[in-house]
C-alpha cells in the first residue's frame, strides 16, 4: 500500500518596512497546521510582534479559534450573554465580535463605530491577555483603520537619562473605562488620577518569551505614577505616551475582507480610527490567555 504524505509549505514573511508589522503568505488559517508552519509563525511573530494574514476569506470562527490555540490557551469572550443579539450569543465562548452592526435592535458585538483610543488591552489586570487575533468579515469603504505601536522601541529610543528616571517607577492602570471611553458596569466616574482603580504595573517591563524590555503604558486616562506627586505624574506620563506613538514608531493596518491580525500585546500598543457609522464592521477575535508579566479589552 501506497502512503501519502502530506506536504506543508513554510510560511513566506514579507516585512512591513515600518517599525513593526509582517505579511504572512503561504498558509491556510482553516487547516491543520504542522509543526514547522507553528514554529514559523512564532518565529515571526517573536521578531516583527504583528502579523497580518490575507485573503483568509474562507476561515470558520472555529478555525480561527483552533489556528490561535497554537499560540496558549484562549480566554472567553468578555460580553456577557443576554447584553447583545442571539446571533452573538451562539458564537463559541472564545469568540468575541467586535463589530457596529445591530440585529432586531441589539448589537451583534461591541465598540460600535468610535474611535478608540491608543492602549493595551486589559493592564488593569494583573495578568493582561498574551495576544489576540482579529479577524475581518466585513469592513466599511474608508475608516476603521488599526494602529499599533512598537513598545520595545518606544523604551530603546527614550533618552537615555528617561530610561535611567523610569527604572522601578510604577503605574497604577486605571479599570473603570473600556478603549472607547465607555464607562464600564460597576465603576463610578472618577476624574482624580490618585483614586484610580486597577493593577499597579512597572513602566518598564521585561517581556516574558524574549527577555527584551518595552514601555508598558496602557492606557492614558487615569493613570497614575506611583509615589510621585499629581503633577509629576501627569507631566511624567505625557512625555513617554508623547514618545511612545509618534509615526516613526508606528504601522498601520488598513484592512481588506479576510485579513487576519496578530499581535503581541506584551510589546505593543494599538487604537483604532472612528467610522461611517451607516457602513457595516463586523471581526471576530479571540484572545490569547495571560503567559506575560507586562501586557485583552476589546481592541478595534
Known amino acids: 500500500m501506497i502512503q501519502t504524505v502530506e506536504i506543508h509549505r513554510v510560511p513566506t514573511v514579507a516585512v512591513s518596512g515600518a517599525a513593526l508589522g509582517a505579511d504572512i503568505a503561504d498558509i491556510d488559517l482553516n487547516e491543520p497546521l504542522s509543526k514547522e508552519q507553528v514554529t514559523a509563525v512564532k518565529g515571526a511573530w517573536a521578531r516583527h510582534l504583528v502579523l497580518r494574514f490575507r485573503g483568509q476569506s474562507h476561515l470558520t470562527v472555529e478555525g480561527l479559534a483552533a489556528f490561535s490555540r497554537h499560540f496558549g490557551p484562549l480566554d472567553k469572550r468578555p460580553t456577557a450573554s443576554g447584553s447583545m443579539s442571539s446571533a452573538h450569543d451562539k458564537l463559541p465562548p472564545e469568540i468575541t465580535v467586535i463589530s457596529n452592526v445591530k440585529i432586531d435592535g441589539k448589537p451583534l458585538g461591541a465598540l460600535g463605530d468610535g474611535e478608540a483610543v491608543w492602549h493595551t488591552d486589559m493592564t488593569y489586570n494583573e495578568r493582561p491577555p498574551k495576544g489576540?487575533?482579529?479577524?475581518?468579515?466585513?469592513?466599511?469603504?474608508?475608516?476603521?483603520?488599526?494602529?499599533?505601536?512598537?513598545?520595545?522601541?518606544?523604551?530603546?529610543?527614550?533618552?537615555?537619562?528617561?530610561?535611567?528616571?523610569i527604572e522601578g517607577l510604577r503605574c497604577v492602570h486605571d479599570a473603570s473605562r473600556n478603549s472607547a471611553g465607555e464607562l464600564r458596569l460597576g465603576f463610578?466616574?472618577?476624574?482624580?488620577?490618585?483614586?484610580?482603580?486597577?493593577?499597579?504595573?512597572?513602566?518598564?517591563?521585561?517581556?516574558?518569551?524574549?527577555?527584551?524590555?518595552?514601555?508598558?503604558?496602557?492606557?492614558?486616562?487615569?493613570?497614575?505614577?506611583?509615589?510621585?506627586?499629581?503633577?509629576?505624574?501627569?507631566?511624567?506620563?505625557?512625555?513617554?505616551?508623547?514618545?511612545?506613538?509618534?509615526?516613526?514608531?508606528?504601522?498601520?493596518?488598513?484592512?481588506k475582507v479576510g485579513d487576519v491580525m496578530m499581535w503581541d500585546n506584551s510589546c505593543t500598543m494599538h487604537r483604532r480610527d472612528s467610522f461611517d457609522p451607516a457602513s457595516r464592521r463586523l471581526m471576530y477575535r479571540t484572545q490569547i490567555a495571560a503567559g506575560v508579566a507586562a501586557c485583552s479589552e476589546l481592541i478595534a
Open 132 to 165: 489576540a487575533c482579529l479577524y475581518a468579515m466585513e469592513v466599511p469603504p474608508t475608516g476603521g483603520n488599526t494602529h499599533f505601536s512598537n513598545m520595545y522601541l518606544a523604551y530603546e529610543t527614550l533618552p537615555s537619562e528617561l530610561r535611567q528616571d
Open 188 to 255: 463610578t466616574d472618577n476624574t482624580d488620577p490618585r483614586k484610580t482603580i486597577g493593577a499597579v504595573h512597572p513602566l518598564v517591563s521585561v517581556h516574558a518569551d524574549t527577555g527584551r524590555k518595552c514601555l508598558l503604558l496602557g492606557r492614558r486616562r487615569n493613570s497614575y505614577v506611583v509615589d510621585l506627586s499629581l503633577s509629576e505624574s501627569e507631566a511624567l506620563l505625557d512625555r513617554l505616551w508623547a514618545h511612545a506613538t509618534e509615526p516613526k514608531l508606528t504601522w498601520t493596518q488598513v484592512w
